[in-house]
């Protein structure tokens, strides 16, 4: 009896994989250029990454040279998807580094402190956004959807933070040590906890599929996921990364810590949860293991801030379409969501900040910092873009909003940090920070790395 093999599957095709390394190349020379233009204004370089979407995207490049544009970035789905592939090991590297910077001591002493923080980012802005559902033309909600889930989603989207873009500022920034910059990844991981778990729901309610077990499932995977963490996961990485250490070569390494991020992230979202939540969990895993060498790992810092996560924030614009606000009615509605998004954040993180003993301008920071919205609300806005629920035009307004917010951040936090005095624990913990973001170079010196 003869078996048959299924035919081995073709290679990515020649033109595809040259107009996906052009993309990669200019993206990444761009994100570089564009970073460096705006660290000479004082700003991040998160910052000029995420203008180089708005440049390349339909916003400039399809408006400016349609010919080149439909060229270099054609509308095929498998193209896009190498560009979000890549964009999404680097996001998830990104967080994971994030994560292994967290005092979980200071999180512990004043965890309570951040839960107050995030609950007042968890009550005025989903408010203010279900409010704005349902008072938006009706022309900018599509046919066939419910107003209701309209609304609830707009909620969802005006609540979440961006952990990532919060990440590469205060790393930009070099407050990442400071105890602000530690309660606003905090506040921001709780936020999008419950961000994406709103997300399911409302999805759910799009393709009519809610019910109770929905609620009570995507509730018990979030229990289950921080208790095993802290049971199961602590030991198997501490014992992984006690292998990875026996060798002299620190790319085990580095391969280890690489892994052990991407299949937390897998695993998260294998549970309808976002993958980012997960590998921020595995960093701070990696950050308390206590037997990782900080130099072995300076590595993969370079390469991720360096190489992955600017591509990663030069294809956050690249699905937006600016040039549908030169309609009245979309740039008037698109203000006024600006308006409610960044006044419900500020003012709900203040309060919370306020409430829970902090001072006001620490209070300031905490509300500009988890203000932006970057990607994730991207990576929202596309769900609900691809169940129905947003119109093209609302889709570039909560666009606009991620951008607008991301770039508000930093000028906001220099002003109010620089108002708080610099403890002694922050100053041992910079000290920490620095011995994971330097290793020794050829010279002998230590270089720093961005």
């Known amino acids: 009896m003869s078996v048959s093999l299924a035919a081995p599957i073709a290679p990515i095709a020649a033109h595809n994989l040259l107009i996906f390394l052009l993309q990669v190349g200019l993206l990444l020379l761009l994100a570089v250029a564009l970073g460096r233009l705006a660290g000479r204004f004082g700003m991040p370089a998160v910052v000029g990454e995420l203008f180089v979407g708005a440049v390349l995207g339909p916003s400039f490049l399809a408006w400016a040279a349609p010919g080149l544009h439909g060229w270099l970035f054609p509308a095929v789905p498998e193209q896009y998807h190498l560009l979000d592939a890549v964009g999404q ?3 998830l590297l990104l967080v994971g580094l994030t994560g292994m910077h967290m005092d979980m001591g200071l999180v512990r002493r004043r965890g309570v402190t951040a839960a107050g923080v995030s609950a007042g980012g968890l009550v005025i802005p989903p408010g203010l956004g279900i409010g704005a559902g349902y008072v938006l033309p009706k022309a900018l909600v ?3 959807t419910d107003i209701t889930v309209f609304a609830l989603f707009l909620g969802v989207a005006m609540c979440v933070s961006a952990i ?3 990440a590469k500022t205060l790393i930009d920034m070099k407050l990442l040590h400071r105890n602000v910059g530690q309660l606003t990844l905090t506040a921001g991981m709780l936020d999008d906890a419950f961000g994406w778990f709103m997300l ?4 759910a309610m799009a393709v009519d599929a809610v019910s ?4 009570l499932t995507s509730l018990a995977y979030l229990v289950a996921i921080v208790a095993f963490a802290l049971t199961l996961g602590r030991p198997l990485v501490r014992g992984a990364l006690r292998i990875a250490g026996r060798s002299d070569d620190p790319g085990l390494t580095v391969a280890a810590v690489a892994v052990l991020i991407l299949l937390a992230g897998a695993g998260t979202h294998a549970l309808g949860l976002e993958a980012v939540f997960g590998a921020f969990l595995c960093g701070i895993l990696i950050g308390t293991a206590g ?3 900080p130099a072995r790992i300076a590595p993969l810092r370079t390469v991720v801030l360096s190489g992955f996560a600017p591509i990663f924030f030069a294809t956050a614009g690249l699905r937006m379409d600016l040039t549908a606000l030169a309609r009245p009615e979309v740039l008037l509605a698109g203000l006024a969501v600006l308006a409610l998004a960044v006044v419900g954040k500020f ?3 203040y309060a919370g900040a306020r409430l829970s003993g902090l001072n006001r301008w620490e209070g300031l920071a905490l509300g500009a910092g988890l203000n932006a ?3 994730i609300e991207v990576v929202v806005a596309m769900v609900g873009l691809r169940l129905g629920i947003l119109s093209v035009e609302v889709y570039t307004i909560v666009i606009l909003v991620a951008i607008v917010t991301s770039l508000m951040a930093p000028p906001i936090l220099r002003f109010a940090m620089s108002r708080v005095e610099q403890t002694a624990e922050e100053q041992v913990r910079e000290s920490q920070h620095q011995a994971w973001t330097t290793h020794p170079a050829a010279t002998g010196r230590n270089e720093q790395i961005r």
């Open 89 to 91: 090991i680097g996001v």
């Open 142 to 144: 599509p046919d066939g």
């Open 164 to 166: 990532p873009v919060i």
């Open 200 to 203: 399911s729901i409302v999805s």
């Open 212 to 215: 109770t077990g929905t609620v």
């Open 291 to 293: 037997n990782v060498d």
């Open 347 to 349: 003012a709900g993180a």
């Open 373 to 375: 919205r970057g990607v």
